[in-house]
């Protein structure tokens, strides 16, 4: 990963930490200047701009593959903006960070809580941009009435690039929206990204495989101080398909294996049921989604079947009680807002929200929320396929009212009141 700004070589780098192989100097000849950028001078901040200097002219040459071994070639750049202060990476630490704008290390609305608590299940596929929208507007709504400053959007992944830097930039008004690449439980231990967790106004977690995200995230610095960063600054919080379904008190891991509603429900102990309820060391950051599981790309992958076989599991498991359990699947291209006043929030286990689903231009997608009703017959067991009744389901569109209805599944045979299940 090189990072660097295009601007002007080195112009709002503070410190840098180069990592390189001999390789590359001879590939590309310019070993002479290279070893000027780090012996001919012991000022750091000269030998980071003599580097990019050199490297923006090299890459000008007819040198054959050095594009490639630029890719192909361990060299690692950390590079932080003025602002947040230098980065050290842990030994194992494998963190990337990119940014679009200057980070600034304060919160929107200072040390005044935010009016409201904020998040968004976003279900997979292209994504919502107005989703985007509502979190950076809501990040500046301060408890007191007035409006925050500017703040960081903070993006979270376990591996890929920055592209959401410059397109959440365009979606509102932020300082800055800085990536954060997490691919291993050692780099979520990594100090460098506490400043970051700190200081960020929302935080966004990307698709992937949440599988990854449990395996590398659970138990770490990373997720406890996003924990904290939502609970005790209450900062929106977003998710999309994985992101989306590790946000609740019970994740599906798909680890070690993904399944179909159709399997699940034959078997609702096959070890693809993967559910975990010890991810977040605290249930879940925001309460509304206690006593909770989530799925994604809800309608498109036809996983009504499976969502009902996880609510199904956390009872039977009695990992929650009968009345509090719940289940949320979102379908592609669609966005679930979630909202609440914690000020007003009783000892209830999931206090109640305000909800409202939006979509892309011309997608018809939806929420549903699982729940069960009075007199329902649950019967699992290993091997054996799902009995489970009266599950009533409360369909959310983006256009037209809220629905009521009722699936039933008997003998792992779903159905529905309505003649349709989605």
């Given amino acids: 990963m090189l990072y660097f700004d295009k601007r002007e070589p080195g112009a709002v780098v503070k410190r840098i930490y180069l990592f390189t192989s001999v390789k590359l100097y001879k590939k590309v000849g310019h070993a002479p200047f290279v070893e000027r950028c780090f012996l001919g001078s012991k000022n750091e901040e000269m030998k980071m701009k003599l580097f990019a200097q050199w490297l923006f002219s090299a890459r000008k040459q007819p040198h054959s593959g050095i594009k490639d071994l630029m890719t192909a070639t361990t060299v690692v750049v950390v590079a932080l903006a003025t602002g947040i202060g230098p980065v050290k990476a842990a030994n194992k630490s494998q963190l990337s960070i990119y940014q679009h704008g200057k980070p600034v290390d304060y919160l929107p609305c200072g040390g005044v809580p935010?009016?409201?608590?904020?998040?968004?299940?976003?279900?997979?596929?292209?994504?919502?941009?107005?989703?985007?929208s509502w979190m950076i507007a809501k990040m500046t709504q301060c408890g007191d009435g007035s409006m925050g400053r500017l703040g960081n959007f903070v993006v979270i992944r376990a591996g890929g690039n920055p592209s959401y830097d410059s397109y959440i930039n365009k979606l509102g008004a932020v300082a800055s929206v800085v990536t954060l690449v997490v691919p291993t439980i050692e780099t979520a231990n990594d100090p460098a990204i506490e400043p970051y967790i700190r200081n960020a106004g929302a935080i966004w977690l990307t698709g992937g495989d949440q599988g990854d995200y449990y395996n590398f995230w659970k138990g770490s610095l990373l997720e406890r101080l996003v924990s904290e960063q939502v609970k005790n600054r209450s900062v929106p919080i977003g998710g999309t398909s994985a992101g989306m379904m590790i946000l609740s008190e019970f994740v599906?891991?798909?680890?070690?294996?993904?399944?179909?509603?159709?399997?699940?429900?034959?078997?609702?102990?096959?070890?693809?049921?993967?559910?975990?309820?010890?991810?977040?060391?605290?249930?879940?950051?925001?309460?509304?989604?206690?006593s909770t599981v989530t799925?994604?790309?809800?309608?498109?992958?036809?996983?009504?079947?499976?969502?009902?076989?996880?609510?199904?599991?956390?009872i039977n498991d009695k990992w929650t009680n009968t009345p509090n359990a719940r289940a949320i699947?979102?379908?592609?291209?669609?966005?679930?807002?979630?909202?609440?006043?914690?000020k007003t929030v009783s000892s209830a286990a999931a206090p109640k929200y305000s909800y409202k689903s939006i979509v892309n231009p011309g997608v018809s997608g939806a929420a549903y929320v699982l729940s069960v009703g009075s007199g329902s017959q649950l019967v699992v067991s290993p091997g054996q396929p799902?009995?489970?009744?009266?599950?009533?389901?409360?369909?959310?569109?983006?256009?037209?009212?809220?629905?009521?209805?009722?699936?039933?599944?008997?003998?792992?045979?779903?159905?529905?009141?309505?003649?349709?299940?989605?």
């Avoid at 935010?114 to 985007?132: F, N, Q, W």
């Avoid at 079947?305 to 609510?311: A, E, I, M, Q, S």
């Fill in 114 to 132: 935010l009016r409201t608590r904020t998040a968004v299940l976003m279900g997979g596929g292209i994504d919502v941009k107005d989703a985007y």
């Fill in 252 to 290: 599906y891991t798909a680890d070690p294996c993904t399944i179909t509603s159709l399997d699940a429900l034959a078997d609702p102990y096959s070890r693809c049921v993967a559910l975990r309820r010890d991810f977040w060391r605290d249930r879940t950051p925001f309460p509304p989604l206690v």
């Fill in 295 to 314: 799925d994604s790309h809800f309608d498109t992958r036809d996983r009504m079947g499976r969502l009902v076989t996880f609510l199904a599991r956390v």
């Fill in 329 to 342: 699947g979102v379908d592609q291209e669609t966005a679930l807002l979630m909202e609440y006043d914690d």
């Fill in 386 to 422: 799902l009995t489970f009744t009266n599950v009533k389901v409360q369909k959310i569109p983006a256009v037209g009212n809220e629905t009521g209805y009722q699936v039933n599944v008997i003998n792992g045979e779903l159905t529905s009141t309505v003649g349709t299940i989605y």
